[in-house]
């Protein structure tokens, strides 16, 4: 299964248009880091990672200082965290992780894009059997020999290690985010996602068609500048990118 489930992808040759996105949002995870760890590096993992995260996007560093400086200053200018769950076409799970600073705004955006893809935005908890809260890391494999990592990663806490298209797949407890961070920093290794993420408990089979009104609906709502994630409970088949 690997990376697919988290499905905030860079969207190749849409770069140019897809810059500012990507800069909003990687500023929110610095500001936020920084609210909820402080700006040492050193002992704010998340921190780290996000920071890792504006050298690949080259995101100027004037805009980091001001987002770190915003951390400090908890000057998050009214932002909340809010999930939205809901249904795609043929009973497909979509959960929603936003942050805004107007709600309404957001759940009209949202219920927009559902409504325009056939699908429809469902009450809070609907999805609480669909999705479970895990601790997961994306490591790029580099020069870590996969049988050791693995060992390290369940001594640690995890319950699986997927080595797929050279990233490693870190998935446990909730709980264990704090023990697999401590131990990858003690193996001096950077992992290039890290966080609490929905992965689901069932998985629902749908044709390609299907599958094309559902990407649509899944770009609709990470093209909002207020959505952090989206998730769903596709089983992916390979044909669908044919």
Known sequence: MGRKW????EKKGDQDK????IYTKTLREVT???????????????LRIALEKCRKYNVPK?????????GLGNEDEGYEDIAYEGYGPNG???????STNNVTRTVANVRNAFNKCGGSLGTTGCLQFVFERKAVFEIPQGKIVEDDFTLDMIDAGAEDVVLEDGYFTVTGPMESFGAIQSKLDELKITAEEAGLERVPLT?????????????????????DDDVNKVYHNVQYDESFAE
Do not use: C, H, P
């Not at 920084?34 to 704010?44: H, I, T």
């Not at 629902?204 to 899944?218: F, G």
């Open 6 to 9: 988290n499905n905030i992808k």
């Open 62 to 70: 004037d805009n980091v200082d001001r987002a770190i400086k915003k």
């Open 32 to 46: 936020k880091a920084v609210k909820n760890g402080g700006e040492e590096v050193d002992s704010n993992f998340l």
């Open 203 to 223: 998985y629902k089979e749908i044709d390609k068609e299907t599958w094309k009104i559902i990407s649509k609906l899944v770009d609709m709502l990470e093209n």
């Open 18 to 21: 897809q810059r500012s996105l």
């Open 92 to 98: 497909v799970a979509i959960f929603v992780e936003a």
